[in-house]
């Protein structure tokens, strides 16, 4: 990878790492307050409570995930630039297109489709549960 492609890569990076740390983590929206405790709670509001905490979580979780693998991305970068780019299992170039998506990419195509374990499979029967 070129000098000039690489100074790319690390500012994309780094421009993806400030961008999730300055959003920061989404709040968690109580069930209740202390004074709502005396009253009757609403039993219609605490299930739409109790999704939003469940998408919040989520949403923070793939954050600290997404954050975690520009990290390594990084630091990959700075420990050997001239291999940034290349698939960790089959040593090829990850696509150009890859990297401009998903900069923190550490295998192409052909190798991600191997790692994931497959997905949405159409079941043949209701008790097909392999």
Do not use: H
């Not at 492609?5 to 994309?12: E, N």
């Not at 004074?35 to 509001?45: I, T």
């Amino acid at each position: 990878m070129s000098g000039d492609r690489i100074a790319a890569m690390r500012r994309r990076l780094e421009a993806a790492r400030d961008e999730l740390v300055s959003a920061g983590d989404l709040e968690f929206e109580p069930l209740r307050d202390d004074a709502d405790a005396l009253e009757r709670p609403d039993e219609d509001a605490a299930p739409l409570t109790e999704m939003n905490q469940v998408i919040a979580s989520k949403r923070n979780r793939e954050r600290s995930e997404r954050l975690a693998r520009i990290q390594a991305a990084l630091r990959r970068l700075e420990a050997d630039p001239d291999d940034f780019g290349l698939c960790e299992a089959c040593e090829e170039e990850i696509a150009p297109r890859r990297l401009e998506v998903m900069p923190w990419a550490r295998f192409c195509v052909a190798c991600q489709a191997k790692q994931d374990p497959e997905r949405g499979g159409a079941r043949r029967s209701l008790t097909d549960y392999e």
